[in-house]
């Protein structure tokens, strides 16, 4: 591993394809590695209307709050604003014959969407994002342990 990373990068996370498999489902490795995308209409969060934070499937990186998010019929979860624009990464994807502004997890890379310049005030932003890209933390669930690392807890 490269000892010079910089201070914002100290937080990164960086797993060989092997890691990556064993800690994401199929269908997040697609997406997340991928850069694939899931059919519209058919994620767990794209009506989701619950109060708390997305965080990165990959990484666990806070990215959007569910007071961001909004119904852009799309069929794909919606928001006009990062928690934080530096815990994403932007990057020009010229891929399928268009060109449109990808949108990354700056501390994985894991790939969640694109961004759009068609969304709502206050910020004009439609940030795209697959459901398979984010795992939901809903608010009022501080009991859970913090370090809760080891993947999305049972329901019993
Ligand atoms: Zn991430």
């Given at each position: 591993?490269?000892?010079?990373?910089?201070?914002?990068?100290?937080?990164?996370?960086?797993?060989?394809?092997?890691?990556?498999?064993?800690?994401?489902?199929?269908?997040?490795?697609?997406?997340?590695?991928?850069?694939?995308?899931?059919?519209?209409?058919?994620?767990?969060?794209?009506?989701?209307?619950?109060?708390?934070?997305?965080?990165?499937?990959?990484?666990?990186?806070?990215?959007?709050?569910?007071?961001?998010?909004?119904e852009s019929g799309s069929g794909?979860?919606?928001?006009?604003?990062?928690?934080?624009?530096?815990?994403?990464?932007?990057?020009?994807?010229?891929?399928?014959?268009?060109?449109?502004?990808?949108?990354?997890?700056?501390?994985?890379?894991?790939?969640?969407?694109?961004?759009?310049?068609?969304?709502?005030?206050?910020?004009?932003?439609?940030?795209?994002?697959?459901?398979?890209?984010?795992?939901?933390?809903?608010?009022?669930?501080?009991?859970?342990?913090?370090?809760?690392?080891?993947?999305?807890?049972?329901?019993?």
């Amino acid at each position: 591993m490269a000892e010079a990373d910089t201070g914002d990068e100290a937080d990164r996370l960086e797993l060989d394809d092997d890691g990556w498999r064993e800690r994401l489902t199929d269908e997040q490795y697609r997406i997340l590695r991928q850069r694939g995308t899931e059919p519209p209409f058919t994620g767990r969060h794209h009506r989701t209307k619950v109060a708390g934070t997305y965080r990165c499937a990959g990484c666990g990186n806070p990215l959007f709050r569910s007071e961001a998010k909004y119904e852009s019929g799309s069929g794909w979860p919606s928001f006009f604003r990062p928690t934080d624009p530096d815990r994403l990464r932007n990057r020009t994807d010229h891929s399928d014959s268009m060109v449109r502004t990808e949108v990354l997890c700056a501390r994985c890379d894991g790939h969640l969407g694109h961004v759009f310049e068609d969304g709502p005030a206050p910020t004009g932003l439609r940030y795209c994002v697959n459901s398979a890209s984010l795992d939901l933390d809903p608010d009022g669930d501080e009991d859970v342990a913090p370090d809760g690392s080891a993947g999305p807890a049972e329901i019993n």
